[in-house]
């Protein structure tokens, strides 16, 4: 019953390939979230998405787009793969307009290789 | 995007002794909160702070929202072993968009 799920865990392909990750909440939150975490553990937002629509867009190349079946789920999907993008991805979910933190995944460790 | 400045960027410490970290911004938040990130897990929220000034405990820690809400600061008593990770300070404005602090990387040494 975990609250914020991610998969894979781990994720090794190569330059040029295209790959998603999933998330799901199934703790009721109306926003998702997705922050990537550089080798020296900065955390950076990309994304956010309330009720299935995009809020928050941050400088991100368009090679990663995210996609919002419904508000439970936001995945990750990356074209094209760079050296560059090999980072830990987190999901995170919160409360519409919540004042009390976002819950966090696990992180999906992604090597481009 | 707002910069959040966290200090110190690690600490080395013998158990039992106490740690202060601070976060400080140039921009103003509305809530201030402190995550704990271990190896291989994502951060996980120790305290949150949502009134200038305010003062909150939550065990062995202690966490401030600064007057101005461009800083917080916070305490760890009496430290122990599973204290070891990484703390990170984030500041939430009202658009459900979070700022993260570089993080503090925490050793506690038995």
């Known amino acids: 019953d975990t609250a914020v799920s991610q998969t894979p865990k781990y994720l090794v392909t190569q330059m040029g390939n295209d790959k998603s990750i999933k998330c799901e909440q199934n703790l009721g939150h109306d926003t998702m979230y997705w922050y990537k975490q550089d080798s020296k553990k900065f955390l950076k937002i990309m994304f956010s998405?309330?009720?299935?629509?995009?809020?928050i867009n941050e400088t991100v190349p368009n090679r990663f787009s995210p996609k919002s079946p419904d508000k439970a789920h936001l995945n990750l999907h990356i074209n094209s793969l760079e050296l560059g993008d090999s980072a830990v991805y987190f999901c995170a979910s919160s409360q519409d307009s919540s004042t009390y933190g976002y819950t966090f995944g696990s992180g999906t460790r992604l090597t481009v290789v | 995007g707002q910069q959040l400045n966290q200090s110190p960027q690690s600490m080395f410490i013998q158990e039992g002794e106490d740690v202060s970290m601070n976060c400080t911004s140039s921009?103003?938040?509305?809530?201030w909160l402190w995550y704990k990130q271990d190896p291989g897990e994502g951060p996980v929220l120790l305290i949150a702070?949502?009134?200038?000034?305010e003062l909150t405990s939550n065990g062995r820690l202690t966490a401030q929202f600064g007057i101005t809400r461009k800083d917080s600061f916070l305490n760890i008593s009496a430290s122990i072993p599973s204290d070891v990770g990484i703390y990170f300070c984030?500041?939430?404005?009202?658009?459900?968009?979070?700022?993260f602090g570089a993080g503090t990387r925490l050793t506690v040494k038995p």
């Open positions: 998405y309330n009720n299935k629509e995009l809020i």
């Open positions: 921009s103003i938040f509305n809530t």
């Open positions: 702070l949502y009134k200038a000034g």
């Open positions: 984030a500041g939430l404005r009202d658009n459900n968009d979070m700022r």
